[in-house]
């Protein structure tokens, strides 16, 4: 597509800048989550992620202490404090709202009748006076402050343990595990007889299974629920793992079928012919074969199960001790809504083990979406 | 610890249990229609016969109850009271005709329905044209791919935080607002923002389908026969022209593809708002309106029920459609 000399290097210019904006644009989010779990929460709540490589400045005001504060030094009076919490700067104070930087530290001031008040470089203030303070409040001194970028792993430690996510991420396990091997099991055998056996009916069940993959998750709620309460199981892992298993079979058989009847003829043939069984072609040729497609499948379910939420949320208990990480981010989201410190460390505790394996397989990944889709095109 | 026991020895359990099944059922066929002997041919025949409905026993067993089962018994749940009760014929059907929020759901479904797929499906086929040629490019596709792996709740928070809202005059820390009131606007709450809101909802499942449209479209372009463009660079198409008259004509079936299956990600739509608005604010999609009436106080199975066959019938055309595809692809 590179034309002319001339235009092929501005337009290879402008390829380069959009496809980096749009890549831009799909990380920012994910990115922001990810600084912001790194921040505690008076840093989140004080400046935008964006901002918390660079020494961010905030203002704000506090007020001196009042008329009991105040003590007498040579006959006049005095409070004295400071302004300053934490790791805060001082870049400068004001009196009024408006002008949180009037003055620059060390500079003095007069507030009405005669008060002067001083604010120093450290933050400590001054407030004079030659008669006894009257006010019931005490005055208010506005500053303009910066904190040095900060980051710490501290809101990890308390999620893991105090928020009760360290739990969650072994439930999730428990139940993302089982969910994902014993459906490519099922559906390993289902495909091989589908693919390479001849049987009445077989087109009849190939085109259910197509059928079946587009069936809604949500009509087989309610029916499902009131079938494992008559069954007697209940809500708990096992109903999960069944549900599961159920609702990934479609994929599963639908992605290895289409795979295993791509495998060269002649060797399931040959093999026939020298007296292997059914069972054992499937064992020796296709299993290994259908490495691939089986990895694809895997990767599937295990991004769909660990993400899930509906299906947890309706089988599994939801009790604290049974919530999976979905779950409790859920139940952060409406309990911890401006928390975000704690809100970003467990959303991407969440989102880490996916994002690994995502990276980690990607290439199956591609390779079954691809399977899945583009032939039928 | 207990906890990882039970899941070990269900893995354990489960891996043998199949294995045992199908190893075991074949022993057994084996061995009453031995191969060999005075009836081998005759014996043969008879298992190759029995053979694959062994293996493909429990796949059945679990489509059928887990699958088939539901959308029966679902159709039949609709069809009667609250608790299974009563008959009461078409009254849940005629029922969410005449309600708000199932009017609401509908509504904000095919809005979803139009806006999603098309903004992916644009979206994944300028990412996948643009990063096709680059150096860079597999890097940056790994990246727009990445939200893909990401749940749906997830996604909730990473967006929440960007619809972050402080009243006027504080620091913003959501980005959207900082943006807008660097630009001199006033920060919004946009997610009670009716009806925009349902618009900032959208964008989180378009961030993460875009990945997907992507990959898929951009094999479809690698697909296309170097001469078709070649010549049009010949004639002296612009890149552009290239791009909109011989590439994307040429994956017009694969575009199809892409466009129902996010459809009917988008049909099923549930937890980005579920986590985010909870279908407050004129956000309701039917998804989450069967959740509701599910799970209230005094669940509604009946009307429950309806609004998820609402959902089964509105995914059977493209069920139907993928059906004929692959069928057609099958001969």
Partial sequence: ?????????????????????????????????????????????????????????????????????????????????TVLEGEQDLVGWGIRAREPAAFAPGEMTEIEDGWQLTVNEDGSYRLVSDAPFEMRRGERIFTTTTVPPKFTTGNYQRVLTAEGLGRAFMNTLTVTIPATVIPILIAAFAAYALAWMEFPGRALLTAAVVGLLVVPLQVALIPLLRLHNE??????????????????????????????????????????????????????????????????????????????????????????????????????????????????????????????????????????????????? | MELFWLAVSTIAIGVFGCVAWFWGSNMVLDAVYPPRGPRAGDNIRKASMIRPWLFLGPAILFLGLYLVYPVFDSLWRSLHNSDGSRFVGPGNYIWALGDGKFRESMLNNMLWLLVVPALATLFGLIAAQLTDRLKWGNIGKSLIFMPMAISFVGAGVIWRFIYEY????????????????????????????????????????????????????????????????????????????????????????????????????????????????????GTQVLANLMYDWMFRGTPDYGRGSAIAMVLMILVTPIMIWNIRNARKEGR
């Fill in chain 1, 231 to 377: 069954l007697g199981i209940g809500k708990g892992y096992l109903g999960i793992w069944l549900a599961h298993t159920g609702f990934g079979l479609p994929l599963a058989i639908y992605l290895l079928r289409n795979y295993m009847v791509g495998l060269p003829r002649e060797v399931i043939e040959s093999a026939r012919v020298d007296g292997a069984t059914e069972f054992q072609i499937f064992r020796r040729i296709i299993l290994p074969l259908s490495f691939p497609a089986l990895a694809s499948f895997a990767i599937f379910q295990f991004l769909w199960v660990w993400n899930d939420l509906l299906v947890a949320t309706v089988f599994l208990g939801n009790t604290r001790e049974q919530l999976v990480m979905t779950g409790v981010l859920r139940e952060l989201m409406g309990s911890k809504g401006g928390e975000w410190e704690i809100l970003a460390t467990s959303a991407f505790i969440s989102i880490a083990v996916p994002l690994i394996v995502f990276f980690a397989m990607q290439k199956y990944l591609v390779r079954g979406l691809l399977a899945g889709s583009v032939k039928g095109g």
């Fill in chain 2, 166 to 281: 402080r009243e006027a005059g504080e620091t913003q820390i959501g980005l959207l607002n900082w943006i807008v009131t660097r630009l001199g606007g006033d920060p919004q709450i946009w997610l009670t923002l009716i009806p925009w809101n349902n618009f900032f909802l959208m964008i989180v499942l378009v961030w993460i389908q875009t990945g997907f449209a992507m990959v898929i479209l951009s094999a479809a372009l690698r697909g296309i026969p170097e001469e078709t463009i070649e010549a049009a660079i010949l004639d002296g198409a612009s890149p552009l022209q290239v791009f909109f008259r011989i590439k994307v004509p040429q994956i017009m079936g694969t575009i199809a593809v892409v466009w129902t299956t996010i459809t009917i990600v988008v049909l099923k739509v549930f937890d980005i708002v579920f986590v985010m608005t909870n279908g407050q604010w």
């Fill in chain 1, 1 to 81: 597509m590179e034309g002319m000399a001339g235009q092929k290097s501005s337009l290879t210019w402008v390829v380069n800048i959009s496809a980096f904006l749009l890549v831009l644009l799909w990380t920012i989010p994910t990115l922001g989550l990810f600084v912001s779990s790194f921040r505690d929460r008076d840093q989140i709540a004080a400046s935008g992620w964006w901002q918390s490589f660079s020494a961010a400045e905030a203002t704000g005001f506090v007020r001196t202490g009042t008329d009991a504060d105040a003590v007498q030094v040579d006959g006049r009076y005095v409070i004295e404090g």
